[in-house]
T-cell receptor, first 111, second 113 residues
């Protein structure tokens, strides 16, 4: 579990501000994912990446931007935060075997 | 896209009894079905998974069954213990490693002493 980390763990921001959530993994996994978790909705996929410089949209991508310049990092940016983006954000990584392993999460509050 | 339904949303069982959580999926192309356990304030932890070429898989007190024809899969926990109390999520995925998981909405399992 120590192989995937997220920062910050807690963040409070205001509507309209840009926020970047960081994700770092040391397993050299090719695949990385961002999910958000909300009560009543479970976990929903925001974006995913198959390799450096390859990203694709998931179920709920609007308002988010990702990049993957290095295999080990997969930052998620909220370009102009809205209250509806208040959530717990989980990063995950995986290898070819389909298993996905989650980071500890970032709890984001948008005021 | 894929849709995963999970039941029940809350399950209360006596310690030592068995618990069963059921999920259905909609996309016949889905071929990987993991189960995650999430304790309060923690990350989801993969506890068991099954692929579409297998009908059942066991790991100590935990088992998962898959019925591809009916598009449903289930988690079975036997001899439940207090530490089994958590929220359990099923998920489904089609294709290779690049695709994300589609999750059910979770089952809150409560083990009564």
């Amino acid at each position: 579990d120590a192989g995937i980390t997220q920062s910050p763990r807690y963040k409070i921001t205001e509507t309209g501000r840009q926020v970047t959530l960081m994700c770092h993994q040391t397993w050299s996994h090719s695949y990385m994912f961002w999910y958000r978790q909300d009560l009543g909705h479970g976990l929903r996929l925001i974006y995913y990446s198959a390799a450096a410089d390859i990203t694709d949209k998931g179920e709920v991508p609007d308002g988010y931007v990702v990049s993957r310049s290095k295999t080990e990092n997969f930052p998620l940016t909220l370009e102009s935060a809205t209250r509806s983006q208040t959530s717990v954000y989980f990063c995950a990584s995986g290898a070819l075997g389909n298993e996905q392993f989650f980071g500890p999460g970032t709890r984001l509050t948008v005021l | 896209g894929e849709n995963v339904e999970q039941h029940p949303s809350t399950l209360s069982v006596q310690e030592g009894d068995s618990a069963v959580i059921k999920c259905t999926y909609s996309d016949s192309a889905s071929n990987y079905f993991p189960w995650y356990k999430q304790e309060l304030g923690k990350r989801p932890q993969l506890i068991i998974d099954i692929r579409s070429n297998v009908g059942e898989k066991k790991d100590q007190r935990i088992a998962v069954t898959l019925n591809k024809t009916a598009k449903h899969f289930s988690l079975h926990i036997t001899e439940t213990q207090p530490e089994d109390s958590a929220v359990y999520f099923c998920a489904a995925k089609a294709g290779g490693g690049a695709d994300g998981l589609t999750f059910g909405k979770g089952t809150h399992l409560i083990i009564q002493p």
